[in-house]
Structure formats: structure tokens, C-alpha cells
Nanobody, 120 residues
Framework: QVHLVESGGGLVQPGGSLRLSCAASGSIFSIYAMGWYRQAPGKQRELVAIITSGGSTNYADSVKGRFTISRDNAKNTVYLQMNSLKPEDTAVYYC??????????????WGQGTQVTVSS
């Protein structure tokens, strides 16, 4: 069994910064990719950023230049540094990971979500 535990959400003023963390634990053979998605009220869940085990990254156009995703492979942890936050970044942020629990068996896992609110 695999668990993803997120932390770091909260309330911040426009222009401020937050750092989200997500740690994976459990029966992990290897982690292929980790990433962050978000869902605002009344909207579909969307990709924010993703990083592979090799360090390749991909960002939503709306966050390029403001958000940075990174990972610590030794700690099975992914981070999302969010700068210059805007009210439209307000959403529940979900950690996602593609994990092999044994060779060749990849599964998709989600965290419980953490609220990010950008408001003055």
C-alpha cells in the first residue's frame, strides 16, 4: 500500500509565496513521476506541474515562470514552490505519483489535497 501525504497549503496574499510538499511512503519499488494538480470550485482538475525520475519537468502555461517543481528521490518527496501567487491560483492542490510497487507494475496514486487560497 502506498500513501501520499501533502503539506504546505494555506492562505496567502496576492504576490506572496507558498511551498507545497508531498511525501510518498509504503511499498514502493520505484517512482516514475510525481506531480501536482489543482481543482478550483466548479472547474475540472488540471495539471499544474510534473517531474519525472530523471528530472524532466512540464508546467501548465498559467504557472510557467512562477512555480517550480522539484523532487528529492532519496526522500520520495516532491515540492512545489509557488511564487507571485494570484487569486486565480486558489484551488485544492493534489499530489499525484506514478509508482511501481513491483517491477513492471505501475499504479497511479493521489494525495488527499491541500487548500491554497490567494486573497487579500
Amino acid at each position: 500500500q502506498v500513501h501520499l501525504v501533502e503539506s504546505g497549503g494555506g492562505l496567502v496574499q496576492p504576490g506572496g509565496s507558498l511551498r507545497l510538499s508531498c511525501a510518498a511512503s509504503g511499498s514502493i519499488f520505484s517512482i516514475y513521476a510525481m506531480g501536482w494538480y489543482r481543482q478550483a470550485p466548479g472547474k475540472q482538475r488540471e495539471l499544474v506541474a510534473i517531474i519525472t525520475s530523471g528530472g524532466s519537468t512540464n508546467y501548465a502555461d498559467s504557472v510557467k515562470g512562477r512555480f517550480t517543481i522539484s523532487r528529492d528521490n532519496a526522500k520520495n518527496t516532491v515540492y512545489l514552490q509557488m511564487n507571485s501567487l494570484k487569486p486565480e491560483d486558489t484551488a485544492v492542490y493534489y499530489c499525484n505519483a506514478v509508482i511501481a510497487v513491483r517491477p513492471g507494475q505501475l499504479n497511479n496514486y493521489w494525495g488527499q489535497g491541500t487548500q491554497v487560497t490567494v486573497s487579500s
